[in-house]
């Protein structure tokens, strides 16, 4: 019995699409079948309001064109669809799927920004005032929106009910530019007569402490305000709005103190019992400000709120040696505490938060400015449960100071907090302690894609680093569905741009922390992550929407570089954290600077044309491809000698030059290879790259011929390398190589997070190598599987939910064999490429596919008959066993 079953159709990049921004959603379905091969024909859509397409020639399945009216504000619409296979098969329809626009247009907006007065302030990331107004419905309910945002953070109560389960909303945008707001479905929280509305609100990214150094504050104004709407539609048909404006009151809150770095005290008896219901006496408190405020600011979310996603029990909770008590969670991660405690009035537990220990007490000197310390004062009712709202830490160690009594199983759980994502992507291996690092890579990806993608969750930055996502953008979308969250933070790039006049360092952008200048493979993420999610998720449309910051990014870059094509003056970040570099000097790197800079607006460049040429601009295409050519000749010229040999002579140098293609002549890219072999074997397969060289090395030695040497500097457990780290029990990607000296001491440096995701990068590599699943085709339309087996391990799979669904790929060796299976979801296909023939490709559709060809894995030679092979990576008995048993 065959099954041929399409998917309700999703919208745009939304996972929940209520209060969408676009008024012409694009639809994407996957379809499930048992058919083999199959591929879809024709489509077929309707919509609720009676639009039917009729079946339509097309293979497309993913952000296929709205076929109806456009939307209009407020506007929910049904479809479902159907599909036609190239067999004639036809499926059912799908279930429907419901979408609804927000408000599209400023002139809806009439709330105003209601300010607690001046003198319930305080100074920044100080109390977080309450807001509450009463109204009454005059009728029953049909359906209700709550349309919010802030100047600050909120958190909204409708009749003592919690609205929604956003955490640190509206997020951070560069809030000058866009400001996001929420639409929550109220309906089942309002009813006839009286009701209240009340919210939390405090400085969060607008007015709190943000920034390195002393950081900055006020960044965005000097007061904060509730802007919410509430539109109510009542059975009868009428509808009724309440909206901020002066008739909200405001009165100081138990949350005395809240800051996203230094942590929130709340003082429970400070509670103001059913201050969100109505009937609830405010007459004490004094009544808002009314504040103007730019409508046009406001946009709908383009991707998933900041949520709670885990909670998580301490693993051991134990005494340290000065007698505090510290509870470890067994796993660093960004997010915060949640208590339930009994105790008296008054009493205050203290928690405070840090990635390690040192010497058993908590070492919180990387947090640099970021003290990270929550505190609850008891009001000594029964138990109380408590959670701060309007902070995050990031942290695997817990301090906990004033407890009444020990603290009970069950009494302090860790709430993990990230973007609401959908999790896409997974890899797996014979080797246990590659399996860790991947591990942590995806917790250091959950720890940084918290709204923004940062370079880390626990110190006083935890900003939009460009260089650090530009570098993880592969891995990442691999990992999760970041496509949303991303192209919000890219239209943010685009807008700090354009005012600054280049792309910053970070983004969102805080004035006078650093200067505005253009940095390479920093400001390359202007160019280098829209074209990822256009390679990953196939959206030509977010290309397009990128494209003017794309073009502006490298016109401004191939200036500087003038007519020499040499990108040779200004400020640079380099070669970032190469493990040569002291740690008080993290851009003392090996690499020259300027050919990194050079390197990448080559790279750039060649991305913007191809991007031209997607775009259908075709003298743009010309245009950049001609300056790519010119780019790479002067880099060919000036860094690189007759023979193949680079000027500064170290791995980022040579991985850069060959997977950007800037050297010319077969014979001398050979023999670059060939040097960079022989620099990676020089180091005894350590690494020697920074933020820049370590997505690219084990890449660029597959291309010198070299995978075996690609795989011991991954399997490499010595000090520097990726393994090293888990070996010493870390459970996120660090931020420096060593940020754990082998003595077990913390690296000395002021640049010593345990959660950075940028050296994380190499899982792009394992998914797409070792696992050997890789996009051929934007969206992964087509797929390459190309798997690369080495390194001793005996199996390795990938798995990835493409936008055509799920794609796997598992191969597995024994006995001088190899099996590979793989999975190629509905209306894809795929390109196979066995173990040693790289010239017989194999075009496989849609189905479950097996492959067996003949392989050995040099690491299962004899160590002594292998040059350069040498180290803790060496076979395993059991591979040993195996050679022997299969007797050859
Ligand atoms: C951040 C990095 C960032 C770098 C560049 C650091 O402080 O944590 O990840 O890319 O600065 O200067």
């Known amino acids: 019995m065959t099954f041929l079953n399409v998917t309700a159709p999703g919208y745009e990049h939304h996972r929940d699409p209520l209060g969408i921004g676009e008024s012409v959603p694009r639809l994407s379905w996957t379809v499930r079948t048992d058919l083999p091969g199959w591929a879809q024909r024709a489509y077929e859509i309707e919509l609720d309001d009676g639009t039917a397409t009729g079946p339509i020639e097309s293979e497309q399945s993913v952000l296929v064109s709205w076929p109806g009216t456009a939307l209009t504000s407020r506007e929910r619409r049904g479809a479902r669809v159907r599909v036609y296979g190239h067999d004639d098969s036809v499926s059912g329809w799908s279930p429907w799927s419901w979408v609804e626009a927000g408000l599209l247009e400023a002139a809806d907006w009439r709330a105003e920004a209601a300010a607690p007065p001046v003198e319930l302030l305080g100074a920044p990331d100080g109390p977080a005032p309450l807001l509450r107004r009463e109204f009454t419905l005059r009728g029953p309910v049909a359906s209700a929106r709550l349309y919010v945002t802030a100047h600050g953070l909120y958190e909204v109560e409708l009749n003592g009910r919690r609205v929604g389960d956003d955490v640190l909303a509206p997020g951070w945008t560069s809030y000058s530019h866009r400001l996001r707001y929420r639409t929550f479905d109220v309906t089942e929280l309002l009813h006839e007569g009286g009701n209240a509305v009340g919210a939390w609100l405090a400085d969060g990214w607008y007015r709190g402490k943000v920034g390195f150094e002393g950081g900055r504050t006020r960044i965005y104004g000097e007061r904060t305000a509730l802007i919410a709407q509430l539109e ?41 019992r059913g201050w969100s219901l109505p009937g609830f006496d405010d007459s004490a408190w004094q009544p808002v400000c009314v504040l103007g405020h730019d409508p046009a600011l406001l946009v709908a979310p383009s991707g998933p709120p900041v949520r709670r996603i885990e909670q998580r029990d301490p693993v051991k909770i134990v005494s340290s040696p000065s007698g505090k008590t510290i509870l ?123 709204d923004i993608p ?37 239209a943010d790039l685009a807008a700090e741009q354009a005012e600054l006049g280049t792309v910053p360092v970070y983004v969102p952008w805080i004035p006078l922390l650093f200067p505005a200048e253009p940095v390479a493979a920093w400001g ?257 339309r087509r797929i390459l599987v190309r798997p690369l087996p080495g390194g001793g391990l005996r199996h390795a799979s990938a798995a990835h939910r493409t936008p055509y669904g799920r794609a796997e790929v598992r191969w597995e060796r024994a006995g001088g064999r190899l099996d590979l299976e793989v999975v190629v979801p509905a209306g894809a296909t795929a390109t196979v490429v066995l173990p040693g023939e790289p010239d017989r490709p194999v075009e496989v559709g849609a189905g479950h596919h097996r492959f067996t060809c003949a392989f050995r894995d040099a690491a299962d030679d004899p160590v002594a008959e292998r040059p350069g092979f040498f180290g803790p990576s060496r076979p395993q008995p059991d591979d040993t066993v195996d050679l022997v048993a299969e007797g050859a």
């Open 454 to 490: 940062t370079d880390c969750p626990q110190r006083d930055e935890r900003l939009g680093w460009t260089g650090d996502i530009q570098v993880f953008a592969p891995t990442a979308t691999f990992l999760y569905d970041c496509a949303g969250m991303l192209a919000s933070w890219l």
């Open 524 to 780: 390359d993420a202007a160019v280098i992550v829209p074209w990822t999610l256009y390679e990953r998720y196939g959206d030509p449309e977010l290309l397009r929407r990128q494209y003017p910051s794309m073009r502006a990014w490298v016109d401004q870059c191939a200036e500087r570089a003038g007519d020499g094509h040499l990108w040779d003056s200004g400020f640079q970040l380099g070669d970032w954290l190469d493990p040569a570099a002291p740690p008080d000097r993290p851009f003392d790197a090996r690499t020259d600077r300027s050919l990194v800079a050079t390197a990448y607006l080559a790279r750039s460049a060649r991305l913007l044309s191809q991007a031209a040429a997607v775009l259908g601009e075709e003298k743009d295409h010309r245009r950049y491809d001609d300056l790519a050519d010119r780019v790479c000749a002067a880099f060919d010229t000036e860094y690189v000698s007759p023979s193949g040999r680079l000027v500064g002579d170290s791995q980022t140098a040579y991985a850069l030059a060959l997977r950007f293609g800037l050297i010319s002549g077969d014979g001398r890219r050979a023999r670059a290879g060939r040097r960079l072999v022989e620099l990676v074997r020089e180091s005894g397969h350590r690494i020697g790259t920074g933020f820049v060289g370590t997505p690219l090395i084990c890449d660029a030695l597959v291309e010198a011929g070299a995978a075996d040497d690609a795989y011991h500097l991954l399997m490499q457990r010595e000090c520097p390398s990726w393994l090293y780290p888990v070996t010493m029990g870390a459970t996120t990607v660090w931020e420096r190589w060593d940020s754990l000296l082998p003595d077990g001491s913390v690296n000395p440096g002021d640049m010593t997070s345990f959660n950075h995701y940028a050296l994380g990068a190499v899982a792009d590599w394992l998914h797409r190598t070792v696992a050997g699943l890789a996009p051929a085709a934007p969206g992964y």
């Open 328 to 450: 470890d969670f067994g796993q660093n991660i960004a997010g915060r505490l949640r208590l339930r405690v009994r105790g008296e009035a008054g009493r205050t537990v203290t928690l405070r938060h840090a990635e390690v220990l040192e010497d058993g007490e908590l070492c919180v000197r990387p947090l640099r400015a970021a003290s990270s310390v929550d505190a609850y004062t008891l009001r000594g009712e029964g138990v109380e449960e408590w959670e701060p709202r309007f902070t995050l830490h990031g942290f695997r160690y817990a301090e906990v100071d004033g407890w009444p009594g020990p603290i009970e199983h069950g009494a302090i759980h860790a709430v993990v907090c990230h973007t609401g994502m959908e999790r896409t992507g997974w890899f797996d291996s014979s080797d246990e302690t590659l399996d860790r690092l991947h591990e942590n890579v995806l917790w250091s990806m959950r720890g940084n894609f918290v």
């Open 232 to 272: 109510i539609r009542y059975a009868d048909g009428t509808s009724e709005t309440v909206v901020t404006d002066g008739g909200w009151r405001c009165a100081p809150g138990p949350v005395t103190a809240a800051s996203l770095y230094e942590g929130e005290r709340h003082d429970a008896r400070l509670e103001q």
